[in-house]
Nanobody
């Protein structure tokens, strides 16, 4: 399964963006789809995850209440709706696929190429 992330861009603080992660090939119901982000000079940070076959979700503490992860099975796509964006949300955002309900990047064997989100103050 290949993952293609898109939707990044430049936005002012307080604004919104929606990221998309389109998957090619079949995604099994047991799959976990996640978003991570990495700011310059920092480690990759967990943002959100969801089970492909359920509405279960989990969010990182810094985005909880502002970001929403969702999926469209018909389109084989996972989304990350980002509201009330802050300058500290600036990072390259990656989507990933795994099978473990995990916040650890090394649990995810498949990654998209990343999309840059820049939030200006």
């Amino acid at each position: 399964v290949q993952l293609q992330a898109s939707g990044g861009g430049l936005v002012q603080a307080g604004g919104s963006l929606r990221l998309s992660c389109a998957a090619s090939g079949r995604i099994f119901s047991s799959a976990v789809m996640a978003w991570f982000r990495q700011a310059p000079g920092k480690e990759r940070e967990f943002v959100a995850l969801t089970r492909w076959s359920r509405d279960s979700t989990l969010y990182g503490g810094s985005v909880k209440g502002r970001f929403t992860i969702s999926r469209d099975s018909a389109k084989n796509t996972v989304y990350l709706q980002m509201n009330s964006l802050k300058p500290e949300d600036t990072a390259v955002y990656y989507c990933a696929r795994g099978i473990q309900w995990s916040q650890q990047p090394n649990e995810y064997p498949s990654w998209g190429q990343g999309t840059l989100v820049t939030v200006s103050s």
